[in-house]
Structure formats: C-alpha cells, structure tokens
C-alpha cells in the first residue's frame, strides 16, 4: 500500500506557482498605464515582461541543481518572502530602470518556486498519486493565470498600474502560511550557498535566453539586430554546453525517454501564440468584434483545460505519463487543425468550440508531460529536472507568439494570417507529437 499523499503541501504549491505564472498575464495590462506614468514608448514597457522572463528561464538550470542540495521547505518560503519583497519594491518603482531592476528580483524569486517545484511533488505524493497532483496544480495555475488579466484590467482601471501587482498578494500570503503548516519538516539539508559555477551558468544562460528573446521581437524588422542576436544566442548557447556545469544536463537529456518528452514540451507550448496573439487579433480583425468577444473565447479555453486537467491527471496514475502525454499531443493536432479553416464567414460560436477543443488538449497535455518529465528524473535530481522543463516551457510560449506575429505579418494579416499563424503552430505541434510516439509505444502501463 502506498503512502498517503500530503494534500495540503500540494495546494501550498499550487498557490505558489499560481502566483509565479500568473504574474506576466497580470502585468501585461499594466503596461500601457506604466508608459502614460514613467513617460515611456511600448517597446520600453515590454522590458517589464522580459525582465521577469529572462531570469526564470536563465536561473531554472542552475537553481533547479542547486535545489536537489537544499531543504525544499526553507527555499520556498525564502521565495514567498523575495516575492512580496519584489512586489513590494515594483509598487514604489519611481522610474522604469528601477522597475525593470526589480522585476528581474522577482523572477530570481519565481525561479527558486520553480526549483523545488518537483521536489516538493515528489516529497509528498507516492508515485500512484503524483498524476492527479500534478492536475491539481495545473489547474489552480491555468484558471488563476487567465482570470489574473480580466482582474488586473479592473484594478487597472479602479486604482492604477501600481496597485496591479498586488494582485497576486493573497496567493502569496496564503502560500507561506499553507508552507510553513504543511511542508516536509523532515530534512535538514539546510539551504547551500551557490557555488561560483552556477553563477557563471545564469549568466550565460541569461544571456542566451534575453538574445534569443530580442532576436524574435525584432525578427519581423529589417536590418541587421535580429540575426545578429540570434547568432550570439547560439554562440552563448553553445558556450554553455561546454561548461562542466552542463554535463548532467546533457546526461538527462540523452536518457530515452527524457529528450522526446522535452522536445514535445517546446513544441507544444509554442501553442501559446494562438492565445496570446492570434486569437485576440482573429477576433478583432477578421470577425470584427470587440476585445471582449475574444477575452470570452479565452475564458471558454480556461474552462476546457479547468475541467480537463483532473481527469487527465487520474488518467496519468492508471495508464502512465507517456500515454497520456501522446494523447494530448494527438489531441492538440486535431484541435489546431479544426481552428486552421476558419475565417470571416465562421464566426465567434466557430472560434469559441476550436478554443474549447484547445484547451481539453491542454488540459490533457500539461499535467501528462508534467509526471513524464518528473518519472524520467533520476533519484535525486528532481530540481534539476524540474529546471529544465520549465526553460524549455519558457522558451517554447516566446516562441510561439513571436512565430504567430511573424506569419500574421508576412501576410498582412486577417484571414491568410491567421491560417498561415495556426497551421505553422500545428506543425510544430505534429512534429513533437510524433517524437514522443516511440516511447510512448514502447513504456508500459504502471502496476495497480
């Protein structure tokens, strides 16, 4: 008989990773209120979206190995502090350097979320069980990212940019209560001091990410910023491959299973660009409603995966991770090429049962990939692990955006945008759909 799982602790999580994801769709409504306050254009605003990227897909490597050292307890309230801290900071902010400079603090703070965020799964819920936890997460994530925009638009409105970062508070407090109740007590480890080689790590690592990054902003302008940061992302990519730091990275990566689930993960998430930008412009420009029409067919997503993700997670502890990942693979293919036909003459009902069907693929696919990214992790390295599943997410949701935009401006928009934007995400979709095919085939399905 397995161990009882520790609820509780798993809810602690979920507060906090609902804090740390919802935070980019909460101050993106805050930004044109920040240009108009600080006297700054939207190319600068942007800056404090990435300022909070970069350092969560830099720090996620490094901060995951160095979590598989430390007491999992101690570093996520450590978290919870820094994040009301940095929030704290962001509210006072006078100018938008000191704004940026903060934001980056509060995605160091997310990153330490992130780095014992398998392990805190993996203390607490036996392996029959981590499926439906991991569903459990997912959804407390996805609903509160979601409805983190409408609210931060209200409080926007009501009360000004600043008051929009307190948004997330209540989770937060909430969470460093829930984890200093409910989490494993038990390990002593303590919290190690970082070692100079993981510092050197973040760096470059941040820099390829913040390269990679600015060369897909400007991939649609002409000249030579675009190339040329892509090159240096590459060089800085290649660069940290080398060091020694990276070596039990490219271990993990070479283990069977473990690559294709990576590679399905990036191309998956490159679906965000179909949330984040192609659905809000269809609406607008091919269908001529207003922005509330495309926020409803956002909220009817939310509800699918709200709905799904549970049920995909028991589905996981029955059946297995890979399985299900495979399905909400071949599920998000079919949903994205229901989505590909559509035009002016659909209309928002059209749109509305595609975005439905995109987000039961998503809720079957995220809390799948989760448990298989997690059951390929080796003893012991579970932070790691959980580091590099969250780069590689980050990664994938800026890149599909930034594809989305190049395809709807190559073709000047409308409905040849919105086509040529989907099919390209329905690709990218097939294609790590079918690398994962093969393990999926071959692993059986857990003991009862």
Same mark, same amino acid.
């Given at each position: 008989?397995?161990?009882?799982?520790?609820?509780?602790?798993?809810?602690?999580?979920?507060? /906090?990773?609902?804090?740390? +994801?919802?935070?980019?769709?909460?101050?993106?409504?805050?930004?044109?209120?920040?240009?108009?306050?600080?006297?700054?254009?939207?190319?600068?605003?942007?800056?404090?979206?990435?300022?909070?990227?970069?350092?969560?897909?830099?720090?996620?490597?490094?901060? #995951?190995?160095?979590?598989?050292? %430390?007491?999992?307890? !101690?570093?996520?309230?450590?978290?919870?502090?820094?994040?009301?801290?940095?929030?704290?900071?962001?509210?006072?902010?006078?100018?938008?350097?000191?704004?940026?400079?903060?934001? *980056?603090?509060?995605?160091?703070?997310?990153?330490?979320?992130?780095?014992?965020?398998?392990?805190?799964?993996?203390?607490?819920?036996?392996?029959? $069980?981590?499926? $439906?936890?991991?569903?459990?997460?997912?959804?407390?994530?996805?609903?509160? +990212?979601?409805?983190? /925009?409408?609210?931060?638009?209200?409080?926007?409105?009501?009360?000004?940019?600043?008051?929009?970062?307190?948004?997330?508070?209540?989770? @937060?407090?909430?969470? =460093?209560?829930?984890?200093?109740?409910?989490?494993?007590?038990?390990?002593?480890?303590? @919290?190690?001091?970082?070692?100079?080689?993981?510092?050197?790590?973040?760096? =470059?690592?941040?820099?390829?990410?913040?390269?990679?990054?600015?060369?897909?902003?400007?991939?649609?302008?002409?000249?030579?910023?675009?190339? %040329?940061?892509?090159?240096?992302?590459?060089?800085?990519?290649?660069?940290?491959?080398?060091? !020694?730091?990276?070596?039990?990275?490219?271990?993990?990566?070479?283990?069977?299973?473990?690559?294709? &689930?990576?590679? /399905?993960?990036?191309?998956?998430?490159?679906?965000?660009?179909?949330?984040?930008?192609?659905?809000?412009?269809?609406? =607008?420009?091919?269908?001529?409603?207003?922005?509330?029409?495309?926020?409803?067919?956002?909220?009817?997503?939310?509800?699918? =995966?709200?709905?799904?993700?549970?049920?995909?997670?028991?589905?996981?502890?029955?059946?297995?991770?890979?399985?299900?990942?495979?399905?909400?693979? *071949?599920?998000?293919?079919?949903?994205?090429?229901?989505?590909?036909?559509?035009?002016?003459?659909? #209309?928002? &009902?059209?749109?509305?049962?595609?975005?439905?069907?995109?987000?039961?693929?998503?809720?079957?696919?995220?809390?799948?990939?989760?448990?298989?990214?997690?059951?390929?992790?080796?003893?012991?390295?579970?932070?790691?692990?959980?580091?590099?599943?969250?780069?590689?997410?980050?990664?994938?949701? /800026?890149? #599909?955006?930034?594809?989305?935009?190049?395809?709807?401006?190559?073709?000047?928009?409308?409905?040849?945008?919105?086509?040529?934007?989907?099919?390209?995400?329905?690709?990218?979709?097939?294609?790590?759909?079918?690398? @994962?095919?093969?393990?999926?085939?071959? *692993?059986? %399905?857990?003991?009862?």
């Amino acid at each position: 008989m397995s161990a009882p799982a520790r609820w509780g602790a798993v809810l602690a999580l979920g507060l /906090a990773m609902l804090a740390v +994801t919802s935070e980019i769709t909460v101050a993106s409504v805050a930004l044109p209120g920040i240009g108009a306050d600080l006297g700054v254009g939207p190319g600068a605003t942007a800056w404090v979206l990435l300022a909070y990227t970069v350092p969560m897909a830099a720090l996620g490597i490094p901060a #995951g190995r160095w979590g598989d050292r %430390a007491d999992p307890r !101690p570093v996520f309230l450590l978290a919870q502090f820094g994040i009301l801290a940095a929030t704290a900071a962001t509210v006072l902010a006078p100018t938008l350097p000191v704004l940026v400079a903060v934001r *980056v603090l509060q995605g160091v703070a997310a990153a330490l979320v992130v780095a014992v965020y398998m392990l805190i799964v993996t203390a607490s819920v036996p392996p029959d $069980r981590r499926g $439906r936890a991991i569903g459990l997460i997912i959804t407390v994530m996805t609903v509160g +990212t979601m409805a983190g /925009a409408p609210v931060g638009g209200l409080v926007a409105d009501a009360f000004g940019w600043r008051a929009v970062f307190l948004v997330k508070v209540p989770a @937060v407090l909430a969470a =460093v209560v829930a984890g200093a109740l409910l989490l494993d007590r038990r390990r002593v480890r303590g @919290v190690p001091r970082p070692a100079r080689s993981l510092l050197v790590e973040a760096l =470059v690592l941040g820099g390829a990410v913040t390269a990679l990054l600015l060369a897909l902003d400007r991939a649609g302008s002409a000249g030579w910023p675009a190339p %040329a940061a892509g090159v240096l992302a590459i060089v800085l990519f290649l660069v940290w491959t080398r060091l !020694p730091t990276a070596r039990s990275v490219r271990e993990l990566v070479r283990r069977p299973s473990f690559g294709p &689930t990576l590679t /399905a993960l990036f191309a998956v998430s490159t679906t965000s660009g179909l949330v984040s930008f192609l659905v809000p412009w269809f609406v =607008v420009d091919v269908l001529g409603r207003t922005a509330t029409a495309g926020g409803t067919a956002l909220l009817v997503f939310v509800a699918a =995966v709200a709905v799904t993700s549970p049920v995909a997670g028991w589905l996981v502890d029955r059946i297995g991770p890979l399985r299900v990942t495979l399905a909400g693979g *071949v599920l998000s293919v079919l949903a994205l090429g229901a989505l590909v036909p559509l035009g002016a003459g659909s #209309g928002w &009902t059209a749109l509305a049962v595609g975005m439905a069907l995109v987000g039961v693929a998503g809720g079957v696919f995220n809390p799948a990939v989760n448990a298989a990214v997690l059951a390929a992790a080796p003893a012991g390295s579970e932070g790691a692990t959980g580091g590099i599943a969250m780069t590689v997410r980050t990664v994938g949701s /800026a890149v #599909g955006p930034a594809i989305a935009a190049l395809g709807w401006t190559l073709t000047g928009g409308g409905t040849a945008g919105w086509r040529l934007g989907v099919a390209v995400l329905l690709v990218l979709a097939l294609a790590g759909t079918a690398v @994962v095919l093969g393990p999926a085939l071959r *692993v059986g %399905a857990p003991a009862a």
